[in-house]
């Protein structure tokens, strides 16, 4: 999630949050919050319409924070509507999980059907070329069983 995005849910300022963040490095290693690129960034300003710099947007490139991360804010931000937002989303994580877990089994089984078929339409295919060759004339006509005069 982002920095803005939880500083919002949070009541508080951007500013604030990674203030409070940068105060605690410690607590967020890189799989609980990084930074974007500048790269990275740029896609961010295209795609959400965020201010360009000079223009009353960031200054910075903003932080991301991991489901772990979201749960380490928890212990650095202290007030009461913090406790209860943090909670909320770990609780929408816990869907998430849930949903892409039930997707991956779908997509499992998709794809194992998807094999099936495959299989089945090659046997299908073996079939019908059988039956083609069945069908089609002799190419060298059979010479009679019996006497034949010249």
């Known amino acids: 999630m982002l920095d803005s995005d939880l500083a919002e849910?949070?009541?508080?300022?951007?500013?604030?949050?990674?203030?409070?963040?940068?105060?605690?490095?410690e607590r967020f290693p890189e799989d609980f919050m990084f930074q974007l690129s500048p790269k990275?960034?740029?896609?961010?300003?295209?795609?959400?319409?965020?201010?360009?710099?000079?223009r009353g947007g960031r200054r910075h490139p903003p932080y991301l924070f991991t489901e772990h991360g979201v749960a380490m804010l928890s212990s650095i931000l202290r007030s009461k509507k913090a406790i209860q937002v943090n909670i909320a989303i770990m609780r929408t994580?816990?869907?998430?999980?849930?949903?892409?877990?039930?997707?991956?089994?779908?997509?499992?089984?998709l794809s194992e059907l998807e094999k099936k078929t495959e299989k089945h339409d090659a046997e299908i295919k073996a079939i019908f070329e059988a039956i083609r060759q069945l069908m089609a004339p002799a190419k060298n006509p059979r010479r009679q069983i019996g006497f034949h005069t010249a």
Request: proline share 0%; charged share 25%; glycine share 6%.
């Open 93 to 109: 994580f816990a869907k998430l999980k849930a949903i892409l877990f039930a997707h991956k089994e779908l997509a499992y089984k």
């Open 40 to 54: 990275e960034c740029k896609f961010l300003i295209f795609q959400f319409g965020i201010s360009k710099k000079g």
């Open 9 to 25: 849910l949070y009541g508080v300022k951007t500013f604030n949050l990674n203030k409070a963040v940068k105060r605690n490095l």
